[in-house]
């Protein structure tokens, strides 16, 4: 066969398997029988191997998985990837219903979508044809899983429409692969995942897109990126037109045109889940019109115009078999449930932590009751209340000991606390746990030193606090338990990288008390240096926005201490770096910028830079990025297609610049 006529029939084969995985997949109306589907693609494949040139990215044997990859690459999202303020019962779907009545009017339809329980993901076309897909991520940075995302049948390689558009939906594992995938993994000796969800994550996180393509995963679209300029004046019309570019929607939708509406189509569902072949954990509320939406704007986290409700957790009965106790990082003797297992939303649970003893006697629990308990916020486990009517007489009160389970010395309870600690700074369970807490991912993110391997480490006495641990040796790791050669090339590689955190990553693990994740970075960003918090005094501290009295007192006594200062000098000979390394948030009153001090919005698309970017560049000339327009505003940036944020700039007499001028202000 000829080159030409070999590139046709590969043109035609493509149209032909592309056109019948889209009625199998997307409309789920299969219209040739698998064995024709099954035999044009081994043509295909055929055709494509011996003319490896005529391949491309739309093709159907894309679907089989690509080459083994490396690392996942990370990907910027162009707009932010919001998440959802939560609902959980009528009475907040009605308060919902009215702030979004306050904004817009009383004229307000919603469209209600089942909320599908699984993995966020952007999907990017141009022209078309598919470039890249991405996780969720934090919501600005994803990864780039585009190999995987090629192997779930539904997802479109080309278009019907030659367009340029992101799209955002739930990848998911239908209930059924899921038990097959489980059975499987059972037989084979290997754990099983907890439910669909993990399983679903699970796979497209996976290296090796092979083994993706055999997950049988499948998505729902169910928002656009960037709506603006396409048309579509409002969620549902967005939603036909993914229909129509051959997307795979839910069909449950239904627009409702008030709260009642929407209450109804809610507790429908309370019933109807269970039949559902893929799970859900609730209903997405979004307001239809996008006139309304960019009216309400969004709150750094989450649209002002959606909300989902969550189903009620399941409740489960099941026996209290006995309390342990552990001590924490902060001395504090926190008492655990220990349960017989029982499966609650999908994976097995034998713990729940039960806080204080306050807690203990409010429930009135004791050791052989039968409890009942849930999974709070669908992941926390958490006794819920005693069934103190089946009490057979067999059943004990507990006491919470007068001395430290772990060094024996005796417990107290700090002023206005509930809890009791163990005040002994020696006392081995805090060192080991602000270990494991100094390696976690918010603080020094050591990948590879979990809490198994700190454990040991601090068993076998190679560490007594943070700095051993850029002491530990090949060797030293080598004779631990489950540790080969790799794993010990890579965890020491890790702890070489982290040597080089930023400032905030250090002062959180240090574990200074009251010093959380944000007010580490704050404290970082404002001092610069650790010399320079170490020497701060408590005025200045308090001076500074988010550091309150308590706060201020914690960090100069922290940095009183002698040990504390020889721990730094140590850890700094070490080379591990004691410096703020993000931008320094420059104060109004220091720059001299056009941006200093002023309020300014951004709207509509933005060609050259991101929006994240524009905000980052405005914020550190000592500008103030604002989500909605208001008579505080000083200065709106307008991008392409910009809507009723730029009327109502120019309605209110505010100053509006474009794109090309905002570059040419942030360059000067
Ligand atoms: S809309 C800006 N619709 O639920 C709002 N989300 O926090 C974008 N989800 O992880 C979300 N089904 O991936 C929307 N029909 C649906 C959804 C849905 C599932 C997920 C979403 C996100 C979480 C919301």
Redesign the pocket.
């Known amino acids: 066969m000829d080159l030409q006529l070999t590139e046709q029939r590969i043109n035609e084969l493509k149209s032909l398997l592309n056109q019948y995985g889209y009625e199998y997949y997307v409309l789920d109306k299969p219209t040739v029988p698998d064995l024709e589907y099954d035999r044009l693609m081994q043509e295909l494949l055929k055709l494509e191997e011996k003319y490896p040139e005529l391949k491309t990215s739309d093709s159907p044997s894309e679907r089989v998985g690509g080459p083994i990859l490396d690392l996942f690459e990370k990907v910027e999202h162009r707009t932010p ?4 303020g939560n609902a959980f019962n009528d009475g907040d779907l009605r308060d919902f219903d009215r702030r979004v009545r306050q904004a817009v009017g009383d004229t307000v339809s919603y469209v209600c ?8 993901v952007s999907l990017r076309y141009e022209n078309g044809l598919f470039l890249q897909g991405a996780t ?1 991520g934090d919501g600005t940075i994803g990864e780039d899983i585009t190999a995987n995302l090629k192997t779930i049948k539904s997802i479109p390689l080309r278009l019907r429409e030659n367009v340029s558009i992101e799209v ?1 939906g ?1 990848a998911f594992m239908p209930k059924r692969s899921f038990e097959a995938l489980n059975r499987v993994k059972e037989e084979n000796g290997e754990e099983p995942f907890a439910n669909p969800r993990n399983a679903a994550a699970g796979s497209l996180r996976q290296l090796d897109p092979k083994m993706a393509a055999s997950r049988n995963l499948d998505v ?1 679209l ?2 656009i990126g960037d709506i603006g300029g396409l048309g579509v004046t409002s969620h549902g019309e967005g939603l036909d037109y993914l229909d129509a570019l051959g997307f795979k929607t ?1 069909k449950e939708r239904r627009k409702c045109s008030g709260i009642d509406d929407v209450i109804e189509y809610v507790n429908s569902w309370v019933e109807k889940r269970p039949h559902l072949p893929y799970e859900i954990d609730g209903i ?1 509320i ?1 307001v239809d019109s996008l006139e309304q939406q960019e009216q309400l704007g969004t709150t750094a986290k ?2 002002r115009w ?1 909300i ?1 409700y969550k189903f009620p957790a399941e409740e489960v009965v099941t026996t209290l078999l006995d309390i342990e106790l552990s001590v924490g990082r902060t001395g504090v003797v926190t008492p655990t449930a220990i349960l017989v297992p029982v499966k609650v939303a999908g994976t097995t649970v034998q713990r729940a932590s039960l806080h204080n003893e306050d807690l203990i006697r409010e429930k009135d629990l004791k050791i052989g009751d039968k409890v009942v308990i849930k999974k709070a916020g669908d992941i926390i486990p958490e006794v819920v209340n005693v069934l103190a009517e089946e009490r057979t007489g067999t059943e004990r009160d507990f006491y919470m000991p007068t001395h430290c389970p772990e060094c024996e010395s005796e417990l107290v309870r700090l002023d206005g606390e509930v809890a009791l600690r163990c005040i002994n700074p020696k006392c081995p369970a805090q060192i080991r746990e602000g270990l494991i807490h100094f390696v976690s991912r918010d603080a020094m993110n050591i990948e590879g030193l979990g809490e198994r391997v700190i454990s040991q480490l601090f068993t076998e006495k190679l560490i007594a606090d943070v700095a051993d641990l850029y002491k530990l040796t090949r060797e030293q790791l080598l004779a631990l338990e489950r540790m080969g050669e790799k794993s010990v090339s890579n965890l020491l590689k890790a702890i070489e990288a982290s040597k080089s955190n930023s400032l905030e990553k250090l002062l959180f693990g240090l574990g200074i008390r009251h010093v959380g994740a944000k007010a580490a970075k704050t404290l970082a960003q404002e001092f610069g240096s650790m010399d320079h918090l170490a020497a701060a005094t408590k005025e200045q501290l308090i001076s500074i926005n988010e550091i309150g009295e308590k706060m201020a007192d914690s960090i100069v006594t922290f940095f009183e201490q002698e040990e504390v200062s020889s721990l730094i000098k140590e850890l700094s000979s070490y080379g591990v770096n004691m410096d703020y390394k993000g931008a320094k948030p420059v104060l109004a009153a220091e720059s001299d910028s056009i941006f200093a001090g002023k309020t300014i919005v951004l709207t509509g698309k933005l060609e050259k830079l991101s929006r994240n970017e524009a905000k980052e560049k405005i914020e550190a000339l000592g500008g103030n990025v604002a989500g909605s327009v208001s008579k505080k505003t000083h200065l709106v940036i307008a991008g392409e297609e910009a809507g009723s944020k730029l009327s109502k700039a120019q309605e209110l007499g505010i100053e509006v610049w474009d794109e090309e001028k905002l570059l040419v202000e942030l360059n000067k």
Not at 81 to 84: A, E, I, R, V, Y
Not at 113 to 120: M, Q, R, S, V, W
Request: glycine letters at 8%.
């Open positions: 990837m919001l998440s959802l979508e089942l909320k599908i329980d699984g993995l966020a969720r955002r739930e729902f169910y928002g839910n997405v979004k989450s649209p959606a989902a």
